[in-house]
């Protein structure tokens, strides 16, 4: 008998709540809690993405994880279980918990004192050893699966262009996808984001570029351009590849973890790590040389873009929810024993 499957959700136009719904359409969970902080970031809620959920307003209390709870046999949550006392709880109702980390912001890595999940899953192999050595000994099992893509939503189109383009989305930490260097390299270029202010920013800067904002779905978003060029500082799971793979652009990374575990080796440019940050455990920040970014897009500019959307499509496929889904539902079938 399947488990029975509750989801904790996020309702933003976020990476997060995007990851979320995909688990929300794909793996059919019997209980849904939205879990919307937007007195704190003041993001819009789209509660229509999840029919009868239950909605908590900020952090949720020990009451509130306790209904949550009740009458499933494994919990689902992405990169936090927001209450820090949630997996002690689940146990003691005899909960199995599943968290999809983000490995960037690992809570065991802040708060050894509190329990860990019974089930870490890890979308990419970035710091996978490192949380293995830090989860597996205090009794949680670590597994690698890739986040599917959803082929349903993300159309694919043949490329018949060469134009790159960058989506700088929201500014995060250390300029991590890259904007500037991208825009040092190709200053002609096009950029999407959802931040006003960035896009005024770039435009004062590089006013020979093409910033866009009002983009209204993804389809849209990925038929501005026909290259993505993403050097993004440091690793983690990325939708954004995902999405562009499974639109049918080839993607130009970082030949840094885990964007070289899945991309080809010739989509790739050196980098070399700078610096580095600690928001839970210690985060490497890797710079690419201008030169060799400006000289690899224009390298995949000449190429028969028909074959390289093709071979984007075909790596789509691996990652897809058709290829993956049976794999995400065993591994929450094993943990309920």
């Known amino acids: 008998m399947a488990p029975r499957i509750g989801l904790i959700a996020v309702a933003t136009d976020t990476g997060l709540g995007y990851q979320t719904r995909a688990y929300y359409k794909h793996l059919n969970p019997s209980k849904v809690i939205i879990i919307d902080i937007s007195s704190l970031n003041g993001r819009q809620q789209h509660y229509d993405w999840y029919e009868n959920a239950h909605l908590v307003k900020g952090i949720p209390n020990e009451a509130q994880l306790r209904h949550l709870l009740k009458d499933i046999d494994v919990l689902l949550t992405a990169e936090t279980g927001y209450n820090l006392s949630i997996y002690a ?57 890739h986040h599917p893509v959803d082929r349903d939503e993300i159309k694919f189109r043949l490329r018949d262009t060469n134009k790159p383009m960058h989506v700088a989305g929201t ?3 250390y300029d991590r996808n890259g904007t500037w260097d991208y825009l040092r390299a190709y200053p002609t270029g096009l950029v999407t984001t959802q931040n006003d202010d960035l896009a005024r920013h770039i435009r004062m800067r590089y006013p020979r570029g093409v910033v866009y904002t009002n983009i209204e779905d993804l389809n849209m978003m990925y038929s501005l351009g026909d290259i993505l060029v993403l050097p993004r500082k440091y690793g983690g799971n990325c939708l954004v590849l995902n999405e562009a793979l499974a639109s049918g652009m080839p993607v130009i990374m970082t030949d840094i973890e885990p964007n070289n575990h899945l991309l080809p080796k010739e989509w790739l440019v050196p980098a070399t790590t700078t610096q580095s940050f600690t928001p839970r455990g210690k985060v490497d920040i890797y710079d690419v040389d201008i030169p060799l970014l400006t000289e690899k897009i224009d390298w995949m500019r000449s190429q028969n873009i028909g074959q390289l959307s093709e071979q984007a499509n075909q790596i789509a496929e691996t990652i897809s929810w058709d290829t993956l889904k049976d794999k995400w539902l065993k591994a929450l079938e094993d943990i309920c024993g």
Do not use: H
Not at 118 to 141: C, H, M, N, Y
């Open 171 to 173: 500014p995060a930490t």
């Open 89 to 145: 709880i689940a146990r003691d109702m005899g909960v199995k918990t599943v968290c999809v980390e983000n490995a960037e912001f690992f809570d065991g890595f802040k708060y050894p004192e509190y329990q860990l999940p019974d089930l870490i899953i890890l979308p990419s192999v970035w710091k996978e050893q490192e949380i293995r050595d830090f989860a597996e000994p205090r009794g949680t099992k670590v597994i690698q699966l």
